[in-house]
């Protein structure tokens, strides 16, 4: 009989200061995360009313340099990658050849033939392999970048004020979905306005050796305004609220970008071929016929709570599954993103159930995102 080892749990640079803290911590695609500090409520309120602190520092950075790097993405990816900026950033997918969702992405372009792919901690590997596969032919390099980063976020409405105390980089030119060099409390960093909160923020990419010098700074500065360190459960219940897919729960291998409510991201009219062309043409042609279900939100008539995978019913009969659910603390309710039948899925339609545990509980189907923050 063989035995395997197991694999190693990874650690972040700031895994020591996150105990210190006393984090729950919890293994996250093989990363030790921290699952919250304290209540995952109150940290939740932080990001909406004042300002948190994340340690992302599991996210998969991947490095593609080269002459052809602008040409290999537009091959390997859905987005028109070439046509991005140098200093913007681009939210995208990775797809199979049969239009399968294998991650959806952020690409930053650093340089004019530099750029900076963000994978998802559970998919950076299988993204890393499809584009070192893909790149064949392209006089591009791809370097895995992970062990060179440590990711450090802060988000919430008073986070611009604390980050611009501890930097002289031009925040107020700096848009949303662009990045740029700068200095952060002495340390380098590549300064993103990217998020997954739903609130305004920044995403900052640093050398490991200086995340915990980098933590402790921006702690300081927003200790007179409300900044909490948060975990990744908040994370969550801020991603859901404002209307955000999460890959294994919205997004999947057996879905297409239009499946997902996001063919946005397919573009079409690029220059040369790409990876799942044919696939999803076919899939934007059914989407535009009429789509087989349809990402909605649930918002609980009662207090129990929706899990993935989860029913959706109405009539007695299954027309749909939770993909995502949690208690708001925005709205006080009970929330959940569900794909359903498209029959059932227009705002303010009624008589629609999630099945928890045999019992029916009445759910209201609403657009999506849940909550907007007022720019």
């Given at each position: 009989?063989?035995?395997?080892e197991?694999?190693?749990?990874?650690?972040?640079?700031?895994?020591?200061?996150?105990?210190?803290?006393?984090a729950?911590?919890?293994?996250?695609?093989?990363?030790?995360?921290?699952?919250?500090?304290?209540?995952?409520?109150?940290?939740?309120?932080?990001?909406?009313?004042?300002?948190?602190l994340?340690?992302?520092s599991?996210m998969?950075?991947?490095?593609?340099?080269?002459p052809?790097?602008?040409?290999?993405?537009?091959h390997?990816?859905?987005?028109d990658?070439?046509a991005?900026?140098?200093?913007?950033?681009?939210y995208?997918?990775i797809?199979?050849?049969?239009?399968?969702?294998?991650?959806?992405?952020?690409?930053?372009r650093?340089?004019e033939t530099?750029?900076?792919v963000?994978?998802?901690?559970?998919?950076?590997?299988?993204v890393?392999d499809?584009?070192?596969?893909?790149?064949?032919?392209?006089?591009?390099e791809v370097?895995?970048?992970r062990?060179?980063?440590?990711l450090?976020?802060?988000?919430?409405?008073?986070?611009p004020g604390?980050?611009?105390?501890?930097?002289?980089?031009?925040?107020?030119?700096l848009?949303?979905?662009?990045?740029l060099p700068?200095?952060?409390?002495?340390?380098?960093?590549?300064?993103?306005?990217?998020?997954?909160t739903g609130?305004?923020?920044?995403?900052?990419?640093?050398?490991?050796?200086h995340?915990?010098?980098?933590?402790?700074?921006?702690?300081?500065?927003?200790?007179?305004?409300?900044?909490?360190?948060?975990?990744l459960?908040?994370?969550?219940?801020?991603?859901?609220?404002?209307?955000?897919?999460?890959?294994?729960?919205?997004?999947?291998?057996s879905?297409t970008?239009?499946?997902a409510?996001?063919?946005?991201v397919v573009?079409?009219?690029?220059?040369?071929?790409?990876?799942?062309?044919?696939?999803?043409?076919?899939a934007?042609?059914r989407?535009?016929?009429k789509?087989?279900?349809?990402?909605?939100?649930?918002?609980?008539?009662?207090r129990?709570?929706?899990?993935?995978?989860?029913a959706v019913?109405?009539?007695?009969?299954?027309?749909?599954?939770?993909t995502s659910?949690?208690p708001?603390?925005?709205?006080g309710?009970?929330?959940a993103?569900?794909?359903?039948?498209?029959?059932?899925?227009?705002?303010?339609?009624?008589?629609?159930?999630?099945?928890?545990?045999?019992?029916?509980?009445?759910?209201?189907?609403v657009?999506?995102?849940?909550?907007?923050?007022?720019?």
């Amino acid at each position: 009989m063989s035995t395997t080892e197991p694999t190693a749990v990874r650690r972040t640079a700031l895994d020591a200061l996150h105990r210190s803290l006393g984090a729950t911590m919890t293994d996250f695609a093989g990363w030790d995360m921290p699952l919250r500090y304290g209540s995952e409520r109150d940290e939740h309120q932080a990001v909406r009313t004042r300002a948190g602190l994340f340690d992302l520092s599991h996210m998969g950075e991947i490095a593609v340099t080269g002459p052809q790097a602008a040409a290999l993405l537009n091959h390997a990816l859905v987005g028109d990658l070439a046509a991005v900026g140098v200093g913007r950033a681009r939210y995208t997918m990775i797809c199979r050849a049969d239009g399968g969702i294998l991650d959806d992405l952020i690409v930053y372009r650093l340089a004019e033939t530099e750029y900076m792919v963000v994978a998802n901690a559970s998919n950076a590997q299988v993204v890393l392999d499809a584009l070192v596969e893909r790149s064949a032919g392209f006089d591009a390099e791809v370097r895995d970048d992970r062990d060179a980063y440590a990711l450090i976020a802060v988000q919430g409405p008073l986070s611009p004020g604390i980050l611009r105390s501890v930097t002289d980089a031009d925040l107020d030119g700096l848009k949303y979905y662009a990045g740029l060099p700068g200095t952060v409390a002495g340390v380098p960093a590549l300064i993103a306005r990217t998020g997954y909160t739903g609130e305004d923020g920044f995403e900052l990419f640093v050398k490991p050796a200086h995340a915990v010098e980098l933590w402790q700074a921006l702690t300081e500065a927003g200790e007179g305004v409300g900044l909490v360190p948060c975990g990744l459960s908040c994370r969550d219940t801020l991603r859901l609220e404002a209307g955000m897919p999460l890959y294994g729960h919205e997004l999947s291998t057996s879905l297409t970008p239009f499946d997902a409510g996001l063919g946005r991201v397919v573009k079409f009219q690029k220059e040369g071929d790409f990876v799942g062309r044919e696939a999803l043409a076919a899939a934007a042609e059914r989407a535009g016929e009429k789509p087989p279900r349809v990402l909605v939100g649930l918002v609980a008539e009662g207090r129990r709570v929706p899990r993935a995978g989860y029913a959706v019913v109405a009539g007695g009969e299954v027309i749909g599954e939770v993909t995502s659910g949690a208690p708001s603390p925005t709205l006080g309710k009970p929330i959940a993103m569900a794909y359903v039948d498209a029959d059932h899925a227009t705002p303010g339609t009624g008589g629609v159930g999630v099945d928890i545990r045999g019992a029916h509980e009445p759910y209201e189907v609403v657009a999506l995102p849940f909550y907007r923050r007022e720019k």
